[in-house]
């Protein structure tokens, strides 16, 4: 069993930024791949960003360039660092971990509000 932690969300205005937290309750990178979705109201979860346990990053299209994903494996902590943040970007991010090779062997955190308004 793994449980995440997320921490960081919160109010910020259009243009700030945030660093989102993903603390696991053990070392688990070397075998998960772990992911940041987000869901805003009345829309689907969406992925955001992936990191693999080599370091290889993804991000979807309307964030690449402003946000980074990074891992801590020190720390067991991934983190999201959002820049130029929009209105858009509004929603309750969640930290997920996806076993690299049982892909049905999935975690997700209880999830962070991210509020983009003046």
């Known amino acids: 069993q793994v449980q995440l932690v997320e921490s960081g969300g919160g109010l910020v205005q259009p243009g700030g930024s945030l660093r989102l937290s993903c603390a696991a309750s053990r070392s688990i990178f070397s075998i998960y791949i772990m992911n940041w979705y987000r869901q805003a109201p009345g829309k689907e979860r969406e992925l955001v960003a992936t990191i693999t346990s080599g370091g290889t990053t993804d991000y979807v299209g309307s964030v690449k360039g402003r946000f980074a994903i990074s891992a801590d494996n020190t720390k067991n902590t991934v983190y999201l660092q959002m820049h130029s943040l929009e209105p858009e970007d509004t929603a309750v991010y969640y930290c997920?971990?996806?076993?690299?090779?049982?892909?049905?062997?999935?975690?997700w955190g209880q999830g962070t509000q991210v509020t983009v308004s003046s």
């Open positions: 997920n971990a996806r076993h690299t090779v049982f892909r049905t062997l999935t975690y």
